[in-house]
T-cell receptor, first 114, second 109 residues
């Protein structure tokens, strides 16, 4: 069982380019999340999905979009990358979205936008 | 606004005990989580507190006081492998996690 996988592991991207970060989980979790982690700051929620077919905006959604066509996959798209989107991106999942549902994290994608 | 405060960095000696504090101000409270994150890796779950008091899990314990907006993570019998960042996160009234910036723990022999 792999848990959560993310691709690519790292990427250098020219500003203005479109990029999709992939996230797949095999735990049949209902809820999935995208966070960014920047030095000196806590993890910040970009978008989330409580169940397949639904998505919601987190704390920092601007410049990002997501889709949740099925339970397993939750891709994050940067329509036109900017240098401020340089960050480490973590995908996470939890069985549900209640207070007792622990979030499990993927290995992360390191994105550099030049 | 919502705020989670924890020390930026702490140093401790192998075999000793260390306490990492976390204070929070959030819109609502639905539980507090502690995660461990080794450099270059993903956060991994350590503990969850929703009621006041101490939760013990092996060498790690976590305490919560909701009235004080305060939690701590206690690590006993420190090992070199405990060198990592420790992240405090609070689930707010919207059931979203609000994260602290993390405490980098350095263990010296």
């Amino acid at each position: 069982i792999a848990g959560i996988t993310q691709a690519p592991t790292s990427q250098i991207l020219a500003a203005g380019r479109r990029m999709t970060l992939r996230c797949t989980q095999d735990m049949r979790h209902n809820a999935m999340y995208w966070y960014r982690q920047d030095l000196g700051l806590g993890l910040r929620l970009i978008h989330y999905s409580n169940t397949a077919g639904t998505t919601g905006k987190g704390e920092v959604p601007d410049g990002y979009s997501v889709s949740r066509a099925n339970t397993d996959d939750f891709p994050l798209t940067l329509a036109s990358a900017v240098p401020s989107q340089t960050s480490v991106y973590f995908c996470a999942s939890s069985e549900g979205s209640s207070s007792t549902d622990t979030q499990y994290f993927g290995p992360g994608t390191r994105l550099t936008v030049l | 606004g919502q705020n989670i405060d924890q020390p930026t960095e702490m140093t401790a000696t192998e075999g000793a005990i260390v306490q990492i504090n976390c204070t929070y101000q959030t819109s609502g409270f639905n539980g507090l989580f502690w995660y461990q994150q080794h450099a270059g890796e993903a956060p991994t779950f350590l503990s969850y507190n929703v009621l006041d008091g101490l939760e013990e899990k092996g060498r790690f314990s976590s305490f919560l006081s909701r009235s004080k907006g305060y939690s701590y993570l206690l690590l006993k019998e420190l090992q070199m492998k405990d060198s990592a960042s420790y992240l405090c996160a609070v689930m707010d009234s919207n059931y979203q996690l609000i994260w602290g910036a993390g405490t980098k723990l350095i263990i010296k022999p």
